[in-house]
């Protein structure tokens, strides 16, 4: 590293800090915690995540999903502001830790593949709605019960409008304009810090918080102790969903950001050791009183913006908030909450997802259906259903893709060299006695029939004795299943009592193996290519 980009990494950790601060104590009290909480996870997590990761940029963070699920699945389980509610937020993220260093040593990442882009858009959307309803409470200075459902905060918020606070709702009016100029004017400028010296300040000068403007109130200051989660089996046990769902949305999101930029930046990433940084990173947060932590899109691209390629700006901003707890901490306590609400507000508003909705809309709709669903059981069930429920969805439309793959029968072409005969029309053989049949997926439960049926049909549309040979060609046909070989079996009787010989082409060598054990290969021919295939049952050089 070269002085000029010892220079740039600091003063992007400078920036880092300027954001992370106001964002952190507003996602604290979104989880219902103090905003010591958003603070601690944002030295020892940080620092060792930035330890391990092989991802030179992704910034690891508390973010506004992860903070609304905390509060939505502990606040079904404690009382928010409790000690209980504390000590299982810090125990849910010591569990989200363990889960996510598993993967990593069983490197079980490709599991959050199966949280498509609509799932994500619908749940990241559904917490982000029920957070701007609190916010927007905090921003007009209405008091409702934050660890409420969202249909209730909502109530709260419209029977509170007439007891609205007129200073709050300048303060955060002004706060919005600052930041939505800010950031078309000039992005990299902290405009969420300048927001909140400007709000504290005139707070501080004109007794706004004797006006009816609630403030953030004392913050305790010192070096983050040691915390370990004291809880039954029972409630460790509560905890098991909540934390399985963050893990997921936590690898899904973390492996994509990081990914993304490496493309972008041209180096390698180690997605397994990233797991094992995160999982590292979100058991030190709920052994020294934060809570469970993921990469932040946001922040990360801010970074990148910056100028940032390395992890230096992640430790600025470990030490800057380490200094701000021990010393400065007198400072955050008249920060007034409608300026967070705004700064948090602002923030959540694009995780509404409302261009991808549009976009998936455009593009197909199924997929919309699962993005809607999850949105709207997210918003009005809970956070944990709706990942469930849209995740049971994706599985749907995988198998119904999968089960009616494209089956064709090959017809003989032109090209002597060419393997891969193209499409016969239905009915047609591909050279006198002989069909060569193939399937564009593997074969598992939900298409083995599907393939059985469409194999005999291709048979008897050519007409009675017009097949003496099948031939299957296994190029696409990857892996199978024992369902799927019990309906192979049947083909093969089906194709005996009709006088068809059996055979295969185009076998890949990586799957000889399984085939056989399932007794789809049982001692027909393999062909190299259809050609070849075509010529030794025809008796001819070609096809």
């Not at 952190?24 to 601690?40: C, E, F, K, S």
């Not at 620092?47 to 391990?52: S, T």
């Not at 109530?155 to 709702?169: C, E, F, K, M």
């Not at 469930?388 to 994706?394: C, D, N």
Request: aromatic share 6%; hydrophobic share 55%.
């Amino acid at each position: 590293m070269t002085r000029q980009n010892l220079g740039r990494e600091l003063t992007a950790g400078v920036t880092l800090l300027a954001i992370a601060i106001p964002l952190n104590i507003g996602y604290a009290q979104i989880a219902g915690l103090p905003p010591t909480a958003g603070l601690y996870a944002l030295i020892f997590p940080t620092v060792v995540y930035a330890l391990v990761v092989s991802s030179r940029q992704v910034v690891a963070s508390p973010d506004a999903a992860a903070a609304a699920l905390v509060a939505s699945s502990v606040g079904g389980l404690a009382a928010a502001g409790s000690a209980d509610y504390a000590t299982m937020a810090l125990a849910q993220a010591i569990i989200c830790g363990i889960l996510l260093v598993l993967m990593s040593v069983f490197k079980l990442g490709f599991v959050a593949n199966f949280l498509s882009k609509p799932i994500l858009v619908g749940f990241v959307g559904g917490l982000a709605l029920d957070i701007l309803v609190s916010q927007v409470a905090k921003m007009l200075g209405v008091t409702i019960d934050s660890g409420g459902e969202f249909v209730e905060k909502l109530a709260d918020l419209v029977v509170g409008l007439p007891t609205a606070n007129a200073w709050s709702v300048l303060i955060a009016i002004v706060a919005v304009a600052i930041l939505l100029a800010g950031r078309m004017l000039a992005r990299t400028v902290p405009w969420a810090l300048i927001v909140l010296v400007l709000a504290t300040v005139a707070v501080v000068t004109f007794h706004l918080d004797e006006a009816g403007v609630a403030v953030l109130g004392d913050v305790p200051a010192g070096f983050p102790a040691l915390t370990v989660p004291i809880l039954t089996w029972q409630q460790w046990f509560a905890l098991v969903p909540s934390a399985i769902a963050l893990t997921l949305v936590t690898v899904a999101e973390g492996l994509l950001v990081a990914r993304a930029y490496a493309e972008k930046r041209h180096y390698p990433t180690r997605p397994n050791r990233d797991l094992l940084a995160f999982g590292l990173g979100n058991i030190v947060s709920g052994l020294q009183g934060g809570f469970s932590i993921g990469s932040s899109t946001s922040r990360t691209a801010a970074m990148d913006q910056a100028g940032s390629r390395t992890q230096l700006p992640s430790l600025v901003l470990a030490a800057g908030t380490l200094l701000l707890l021990l010393f400065g901490t007198a400072l955050l306590a008249d920060i007034p909450s409608p300026a967070i609400g705004a700064i948090v507000g602002v923030a959540v508003v694009p995780l509404l997802g409302i261009g991808e909705f549009r976009e998936l809309w455009r593009l197909d709709r199924y997929e919309f259906a699962v993005g809607a669903v999850c949105f709207v059981v997210t918003l009005f069930v809970g956070a944990i259903p709706g990942i469930v429920v849209a995740f049971v969805l994706a599985l749907v439309g995988l198998a119904k893709r999968t089960s009616s793959p494209e089956i064709d029968v090959l017809a003989a072409g032109d090209e002597p060299s060419a393997s891969l005969l193209g499409e016969a029309p239905a009915g047609a053989v591909t050279a006198p006695g002989v069909v060569v049949v193939r399937m564009a997926a593997p074969l598992f439960f939900a298409n083995g029939n599907v393939f059985a049926q469409a194999v005999q049909k291709a048979v008897t549309d050519a007409g009675d004795g017009a097949v003496r040979h099948v031939v299957i060609d296994l190029e696409a046909i990857t892996d199978a299943d024992v369902t799927s070989a019990e309906s192979f079996a049947g083909l093969r009787l089906w194709l005996t009592e009709h006088d068809v010989a059996l055979s295969f082409s185009r076998l890949r060598e990586g799957t000889r193996g399984r085939l056989e054990r399932l007794g789809i290969l049982s001692g027909e021919p393999v062909y190299d290519t259809n050609r070849d295939a075509v010529a030794g049952l025809t008796g001819g050089t070609n096809a």
